[in-house]
Structures are given as structure tokens and as C-alpha cells.
């Protein structure tokens, strides 16, 4: 009785999904309840086709097509999803992605001829089928065509899936591939376009170790062009906050005259100290406490490289300003925020005890 009841219902959205794509989609409010009617019979299908199997197999009326559960379970999944994509094909359809002979089963409804295959042959197998088990071969071979299609059309959909993720990959990488010779014309284009009485810290962090070469080595040279390049870059250094910028520059780019940096850099740590304290006791929300610690770290990798072999050079204490800076006492509400700066600076004060 449960097997003929659910055979009925299965059947009734099996219907239901072929009314519902019988006719294209309409617009407007029409459209939204024809989808909404799609999604109700394909759920529908799926899921009382499934306890349909499920109940076809608990009571082995199936033992003639194989005694293995999972068996089943894949053979109903494949006529499940034939049935869908079957459906969904039949009103959209993308060229280049999925098999094309799955778009020619669409149109000649698959969804319905496949469920009839299928579906007859359930309905013998509750109410007619003996005791002994013994399956006619009318009842086996529609039942066995319609799985074999099913199965084929599973495996033309596990085949599309593959190919569309593999054609997004691709069109992804050839996204960001145009972007990044883009990004890299324009800056080339910038360098280029900078005149010897422009400042250059409009091209300070192009020199960064991290851009390409070519970049990188057009900013260079383009920041050396200036005559009084070093004694820029001090001046940032010592009388402004645009000390990123240089700190970009310094990390893996040789000055002059390294031991002219180091009170300008002292300077520049003891300035980012201060305004970490008066932020973090001013803070009004989380945007605050959002401090760059790439470009801390990038000035103690220049320290390390270059400037900590100045006779006398010694960073130590300002280090340890900057990282006294980030235990100032917080508001109550950001008592468990942490600083990815911390961590930064507590490594490059155990390596310089």
C-alpha cells in the first residue's frame, strides 16, 4: 500500500514538472510562480522518488537488478538527476557547457518518456510480481533501458560540471592575468610619466621588493634620477607620516649612506609609537585597531639588512617603545582584540635581546 502510495505521488510531480515545462518561462510575477512551480515538482520528484526506491528495496523487489543497496542509491540518483537536469535543460540551455546530448533528450522529454520507462515497470513490481520473484522480460528491459540512459546522462552531467569548472578556472586566470598586465602597464605608465620636479614619494611604493622587476627597477631609477633623493627620503622620514613609503624603498633597496637613516628612522618608529597610543585610546570601533604591520615589518627587514651594521646603530629601545605602545590600556569593549603587529615585533626583540 506505502509502495503505491508513493508511486501515485512521484508520478503526480513527475506530471507536474512536465505541465510546468510544457510552455517557455514567462516574465514578471508570471515567471516568479512558474520558477517557484519548477522548484516545487523538481523537489518534489526528488524526494518521493527517492523514498520510492527506498521502499523498493527494503521490501527486495529489486534483488533481480542487484542485491546491493548502493547500487541502487546511484541508479536512483542518476534517474533523479536525468529527470531535473532533463527538465532544467528543456527551458535553459548553455552552449559549451554540458553535452549537447543532453539538451537533444531535453526536447524530446526525457523527463517524461524516461519516468514512464521507469515508473510502469514499479508499478508491476508492486502488484504483480510473484512470489518466487520472477521478473518478466517486459517489466526488465524498459526498467533496464531507462537506467542505462539515466546513468548516461549522470555521467554527461558529472562530465559538464568538470568542464564548466574547468572553463570558470580558466577564464579566472585570464581575468586576473588582463588585470595584472594592466595594473602593471598603467604602472610603467606612471613611472614614465613623472617629472624631475614631481615629488617622489609618488613612486615610493613601487619600489617595493614584492613588485615585478621591471616595475620596481623603472621606480628605482626613476627615484635616483632625483639629485637629492636620500635627503628626501630623510626628510619623510623625519618630519612626516608618510614613513611607509619609505620603509618600502629601504627594504631591499641600498642607500648612500646608511648610517644619514638612522636617527630619521628611530624618529619615524618613535612617531608610529606615539600615534598607536593615541589611537588605541581613542579608538571608536574596530577600524582602529587595524594597524599595518607589513610596514613595520618591512623597516625592521631593512634594519636587519642594512642599517643595524652601522658602527653604534642600535633599534632596540624604539622597538620596544612600539611594542609597549600596543599594551596600552583599551576601552572595556576591546579588551580581547588582538594586534597583528604584536607578534612582529616580539620576534625581532628575541632575536635582538
Known sequence: MLGNTLLVITVLFSLGLFSVTASPMPGGDRGVGHAFMLILCGGGVLLFSGL????????????WLTPNNWL??????????????SAAFKTEWHP??????????????????LSVLLLVPVFWLFNFQNSAGLV????????????????LMGLGLVFGLFRASAQQ??????????????????HLQFIAEQKPEDPILNILA????????????????????????????IRLLNETEWQSEVYQFIDGNQVDHPELFVEPIKTSLRRTAAEIKKRIKGANDL?????????VERCLRAIDEQFSQVPGA?????????????????????????????PVLDTWLKKHP
Do not use: C
Open 52 to 63: 520510492l526506491a527506498w521502499n523498493l528495496a527494503a521490501n527486495h523487489r529489486l534483488d
Open 72 to 85: 541502487l542509491f546511484f541508479g536512483w540518483l542518476a534517474f533523479a538527476l536525468a529527470i531535473l537536469s
Open 96 to 113: 559549451g557547457e554540458f553535452p549537447e546530448f543532453l539538451r537533444w533528450l531535453a526536447l524530446s522529454r526525457a523527463h517524461l518518456w
Open 136 to 151: 518478466p522480460n517486459f517489466v526488465q528491459i524498459p526498467m533496464k533501458i531507462g537506467l542505462i540512459i539515466s546513468v
Open 169 to 186: 578556472s580558466s577564464a579566472r586566470i585570464d581575468y586576473e592575468n588582463e588585470r595584472t598586465d594592466k595594473i602593471h602597464s598603467e
Open 206 to 233: 613601487l619600489t617595493g621588493r614584492f613588485h615585478d622587476n621591471n616595475v620596481r627597477d623603472a621606480a628605482i631609477a626613476k627615484v635616483k634620477s632625483h639629485p637629492d633623493w636620500e635627503a628626501e627620503l
Open 287 to 295: 577600524q582602529d585597531w587595524h594597524f599595518e604591520h607589513f610596514s
Open 314 to 342: 642600535d633599534f632596540r629601545a624604539e622597538v620596544r617603545d612600539l611594542r609597549a605602545a600596543l599594551d596600552t590600556s583599551k576601552p572595556e569593549r576591546f579588551e580581547k582584540v588582538k594586534f597583528n603587529l604584536a
